[in-house]
């Protein structure tokens, strides 16, 4: 028994070792950058000169999500209603390859073919994220759908609403905060993204989205870009905060398990 | 692989898919490597050809070639790397996590850690550059904290939820008189080892290819890059870039393909078994 409990005591202290290694690992860098921050703004850091770059990125993301969200939702939804299962599981492997698409490839792609007719300015930059994050938010969405149970769409079925009216008006309010959570993750993946638009631009210029400018500051080794690091991480970790769900569970991932390109 | 269908032998027929999964594995594997070197030739032979439109960077093809073969190599090691330094210690904090702390707390470790991960990687890239890297005077050790540091938050909230499933284990555990060792060691461990290894693998994918954090990361030192960083400075990305050699960058990218697609058929073979 006295070795059991010893040997016990043993895993725990080693546990407790190594994730006081991980512990530091990931703390450390982020206490250094917040006490790195707070010095760049007492000296009257880069947040005045951050409201171009917050433009852009709104910019960039308002107008991704314009074109994304619709056809994602219209996509999803006809998976849902129409398909049959084999013709449905084809549609998901295409999805899935197009969404591990890694970001190197997309945007040297988009550096071959868009940026000679399209320069490298916000319409280059939309058409690359729209590619980046369209099969991402299809795959989640169509993911939501397929997780309501079927007693929902039957029961709309057997009141003589139609297939699409039952999935409108049955199944679409029972997932709603699913789809927001969807959205909300691509709005992560869009203002984090930095790999492939900086493959895109090439040159890096001044007053482009946030993730760019940042890597642009550290570049130049200046102070302030701890600022702009900080807030562009807080403002992620955030949005993240907020979608988590409010019920007694541990959180899970939105994303498909197969999806690992993260930027 | 020949397999005896015959004779109605139970054992051989359970064991039959998975055999059935390996030869699979084996065969897309060669498949894979075969058809993605062949690009990859065609692919120098051509912008070899074309090297005055594309650009190489002044470099002739067997000096093209070298170099793809010695960033490959840099990428593949420090990735696996990279990622086996973060394995461990995610591991343990989600044993920690999981089985040594009360409910509540738990969920607040793991909603944190959940938050933690929306971190972009530009941010951490420039955490390496300013924290790590300074204090380390080896590239390739910069490189792989740098990875290592990408995948903890994400590693830690994998292994949260998949030990997170285990209550029922550690129920059966502790009515059968079983310690917090026993239960991990010896049941949730090897429940779990096939999980493990796909975690393993994801992150691996995601780190071979990781640019924006790499880039910034290794901007400390000069000549080292990943094919994904040698990509991005081959378009002029970065201070240190040289001028533009769109062939080169091409090469680069398609040089991810073999190691990215026989880590992508194992982790599909892996989940299919």
């Known amino acids: 028994m006295e070795r059991r409990n010893g040997k016990n005591w043993l895993f725990t202290a080693i546990v407790l070792a190594l994730s006081a ?26 947040l005045p000169g951050m409201g171009l770059n917050v433009l852009a990125s709104l910019k960039l993301l308002g107008l991704v999500m314009l074109i994304v969200t619709p056809i994602a939702f219209g996509a999803a939804l006809w998976m849902y209603v129409v398909p049959s299962k084999r013709t449905l599981n ?65 029961a709309g079925l057997l009141l003589g609403a139609g297939r699409t009216a039952a999935a409108c008006r049955v199944v679409l309010p029972a997932v709603t905060h699913k789809l927001i959570r969807c959205l909300v993750a691509c709005v992560e993946r869009i203002l984090g993204e930095a790999t492939a638009l900086l493959l895109l631009l090439g040159v890096v210029p001044e007053g482009s989205v946030l993730s760019v400018e940042l890597f642009r500051l550290s570049q130049l080794g200046r102070q302030d870009a701890a600022l702009l690091a900080l807030c562009l991480g807080g ?13 007694n569970e541990l959180p899970k991932h939105q994303r498909p398990e197969e999806m690992w390109q993260r930027d | 692989m020949p397999v005896c269908i015959k004779g109605g032998c139970g054992k051989e027929t359970m064991t039959r898919p998975a055999k059935n999964m390996k030869a699979a594995w084996a065969w897309f594997c060669a498949l894979a490597l075969v058809l993605s070197c062949l690009l990859l030739a065609a692919c120098v032979f051509l912008i070899s050809a074309n090297a005055e439109t594309l650009g190489m960077g002044g470099l002739r093809t067997d000096e093209v070639l070298s170099l ?50 929306a971190i972009p990687a530009v941010v951490l890239g420039y955490m390496t550059m300013r924290y790590i890297a300074p204090a380390t005077s080896n590239p390739w050790l910069c490189l792989m904290l740098s990875l290592s540091m990408l ?61 924006v954090a790499v880039i910034i990361a290794l901007s400390a030192f000069e000549g080292y890059e990943t094919l994904v960083t040698g990509a ?42």
């Open chain 2, 151 to 211: 995948a903890l938050p994400r590693l830690f909230t994998e292994f949260c939820s998949m030990f997170g499933q285990d209550d029922g284990i550690r129920m059966a555990s502790e009515c059968l008189g079983g310690q917090t060792y026993q239960t991990v060691l010896h049941f949730s461990l090897p429940q779990h080892a096939r999980e493990i290894g796909l975690i393993y693998l994801g992150a691996v994918a995601r780190a071979l290819c990781e640019g």
């Open chain 2, 232 to 273: 991005m400075r081959a378009v002029g990305v970065g201070m240190g870039a040289t001028a533009p050699a769109l062939g080169l960058a091409i090469l680069q990218a398609v040089a991810l393909l073999p190691p990215l697609s026989i880590v992508y058929i194992t982790i599909y073979c892996m989940r299919e078994r």
């Open chain 2, 68 to 117: 793809l073969m010695q960033r490959m190599g840099l990428t593949i090691l420090t990735a696996a790397a990279g990622v086996a330094l973060a394995l461990l210690p995610a591991m343990a904090l989600g044993v920690g996590v999981s089985y040594l702390l009360p409910w509540p707390i738990r969920l607040r470790v793991s909603r944190l850690g959940f938050c933690i991960e």
């Open chain 1, 21 to 46: 290694l991980g512990l530091f690992l990931g703390v450390w860098p982020v206490y250094r950058l917040c006490r790195d921050a707070w010095s760049a703004l007492r000296q009257g850091g880069a």
């Open chain 1, 90 to 154: 084809r549609i998901r492997h295409a999805l899935n390859v197009l969404a591990m698409v890694p970001a190197v490839a997309l945007g040297l792609l988009a550096h071959i073919v868009l940026a000679p007719y399209l320069g490298d300015g916000m319409a280059s930059m939309t058409i690359l994220m729209c590619l980046f994050v369209l099969p991402f938010l299809t795959y989640n969405f169509e993911r939501v759908f397929s997780e309501v149970p079927p007693e929902l769409m039957d």
């Open chain 1, 235 to 247: 403002t992620l970790m955030l949005l993240r905060l907020a979608t988590l769900e409010r019920k």
